[in-house]
């Protein structure tokens, strides 16, 4: 009773505090054509309780559609089905679905589902589609995607995991305009683990292959001998299954080859990461998980004659807490929507005016 009342007074004035601020937010658009989804650096087991909530919309209604699901195995998803129905399934395969049409098409919707003792219950927009017993395992490491390359059709937003008997939370936003990845909203960065990755303390800390390392202004100079393999190397410290954030700039120097960074359980490998053949300056951020406690990180690799260079700034390697990677997402799928009226409607602000396509509202 208390709620009910309350709940009058108070939705007013969250409107009128949405207007007056003018907030907006970026949603992403997943292209099942493009193949594009979401990718979870670190899989995440859920063994207990939890509790999974995530905005989703959609007007496929003829498909299956993942929000969340592993590429491991074909098992365990979270899906929306063909007849705007819902499905359960863990890592044995066993699954509980709702009725069909719990969901309505186009509109953002909310999703929940909560496990407690083996009891699992889903809501959609508050509702209760599924309440049922699931007892096995549930490992995620994709949004939009599973094992057979199902690929979700829409919007899928503010995807949080609450792992309850782990005592771990996991938030994706999943709205960045521009970047691909995103860390986790509670990502908190370890350590540093390169020595002098900013050279304010000259070449210390790296070694020379077939090359010879000089530093000016923070950047580091790799000058080729024209033997094979030229480049700087460090080797540091990991920990086993962690996840790592790499961060570089390159300045492109003499070399007619493109440069490269490998990240490998070896000298010179790339079996960890490999940034592929860049042939031009550029900044670049990417992830790898650690399978050894000895890891080694070389760049260069692009001077094949003697004297040919390149120049490296900004080198850095933290831990994360956990990450996803934006694949195979365009960025005329990223858009800014803000709330603007009574019936909390997005009403989608880019491109202009005269372009824009339908309102997604809030069921």
Do not use: C, H
Not at 212 to 229: C, H, I, K, N, R
């Amino acid at each position: 009773m208390i709620t009910s009342m309350i709940t009058p007074m108070i939705r007013p004035m969250i409107t009128s505090m949405i207007r007056a601020l003018g907030l907006s937010r970026y949603f992403i658009s997943l292209d099942p054509v493009a193949n594009s989804y979401y990718e979870i650096s670190s899989p995440i087991d859920l063994t207990g309780d939890f509790d999974i909530t995530a905005e989703f919309s959609s007007t496929a209604t003829t498909s299956d559609n993942l929000v969340l699901g592993s590429s491991a195995t074909s098992n365990t998803v979270i899906n929306l089905r063909t007849t705007s129905s819902l499905r359960v399934r863990d890592n044995t395969g066993a699954a509980i679905d709702s009725a069909n049409g719990v969901w309505p098409s186009g509109k953002l919707n909310t999703l929940k589902v909560t496990r407690i003792s083996n009891n699992l219950i889903a809501l959609i927009n508050g509702v209760e589609v599924i309440n049922g017993t699931l007892s096995g395992n549930f490992t995620f490491d994709l949004i939009g995607n599973y094992q057979p390359g199902v690929f979700f059709d829409g919007i899928i937003s503010n995807v949080i995991i609450n792992d309850i008997t782990g005592g771990e939370v996991t938030t994706f936003r999943l709205n960045q305009a521009t970047a691909n990845y995103e860390l986790s909203a509670e990502n908190v960065f370890g350590s540093e683990e390169v020595a002098n990755g900013d050279f304010s303390d000259g070449t210390t800390g790296w070694t020379a292959n077939s090359s010879t390392l000089s530093v000016a202004s923070s950047e580091m100079e790799v000058m080729s001998d024209g033997g094979a393999g030229s480049g700087a190397r460090q080797v540091i410290t990991t920990v086993v299954g962690q996840l790592y954030k790499i961060e570089f700039t390159l300045r492109r120097g003499t070399t007619p080859n493109g440069n490269q960074v490998r990240i490998g359980t070896s000298a010179g490998a790339s079996n960890r990461y490999f940034s592929g053949n860049m042939t031009s300056s550029t900044s670049m951020v990417g992830f790898f998980t650690a399978t050894g406690t000895t890891t080694y990180y070389a760049m260069g690799y692009g001077e094949t004659g003697s004297g040919q260079t390149s120049y490296w700034s900004g080198v850095t390697i933290r831990s994360v807490t956990n990450a996803v990677i934006y694949n195979n997402i365009a960025g005329v799928d990223r858009e800014l929507f803000k709330l603007s009226n009574d019936q909390t409607q997005w009403d989608n602000v880019s491109p202009s005016p005269q372009e824009l396509p339908a309102t997604i509202e809030i069921a």
